[in-house]
């Protein structure tokens, strides 16, 4: 489902202008693994949408290590938006799903306490059938701001958008990014 929201009605986040911070934020799916740092979403993002877009990706991170690393990141940047890609090498980890949302969770508050706006991708539990964990949409659901649960299990589903098992390559990253600037564009 693009874009689930809270209870309140539906929120939408603040436009996004060439004088906009953007931090994309997780692990080996942001920072560009199986392609050039060019070809990774966050620089496509960043030439989709005409402003600055940092790439906070770690290869190999878990969300708890995630919230360690964020604030410093915010304090840093003052992002006006963070897109949140996390979750995925606790899976393959086979970390219980209540410690990933407790992670988010605080990545998400930190987030938000900073001032900054929150879109959440859904990440898929690894297995034949790819498809993001129910918890994603409810988390985002619950915080009330923008979530995509399809772009990265369509993605990570078709074997001519993948560098290797785990990871898209130039042309699954350019989708990536346009689904994230088609998911922005539609809730601001």
Request: net charge negative; charged share 20%.
């Given at each position: 489902?693009?874009?689930?929201?809270?209870?309140?009605?539906?929120?939408?986040?603040?436009?996004?202008?060439?004088?906009?911070?953007?931090?994309?934020?997780?692990?080996?799916?942001?920072?560009?693994?199986?392609?050039?740092?060019?070809?990774?979403?966050?620089?496509?993002?960043?030439?989709?949408?005409?402003?600055?877009?940092?790439?906070?990706?770690?290869?190999?991170?878990?969300?708890?290590?995630?919230?360690?690393?964020?604030?410093?990141?915010?304090?840093?940047?003052?992002?006006?938006?963070?897109?949140?890609?996390?979750g995925g090498n606790d899976m393959l980890r086979r970390a219980d799903d209540a410690g990933i949302v407790r992670h988010l969770r605080r990545m998400i508050e930190a987030a938000q306490g900073s001032g900054a706006d929150v879109i959440l991708l859904g990440v898929p539990r690894p297995g034949i059938f790819l498809k993001a964990p129910a918890f994603y949409a409810e988390t985002a659901k619950a915080y009330g701001f923008p979530y995509d649960g399809k772009l990265l299990p369509k993605i990570l589903s078709s074997p001519g958008l993948k560098s290797d098992a785990i990871h898209p390559d130039a042309d699954g990253y350019r989708k990536m990014a346009e689904g994230v600037a088609a998911l922005i564009r539609k809730n601001s």
């Open positions: 489902t693009l874009g689930l929201f809270g209870c309140g009605g539906p929120k939408t986040i603040k436009p996004v202008t060439s004088d906009s911070v953007v931090l994309a934020f997780g692990d080996s799916l942001t920072s560009g693994i199986g392609a050039e740092q060019e070809e990774s979403y966050p620089s496509v993002l960043a030439r989709l949408l005409g402003c600055k877009v940092i790439n906070a990706g770690i290869p190999g991170e878990v969300t708890e290590e995630g919230c360690d690393r964020l604030k410093a990141l915010l304090e840093d940047h003052e992002p006006d938006l963070v897109v949140l890609c996390h």
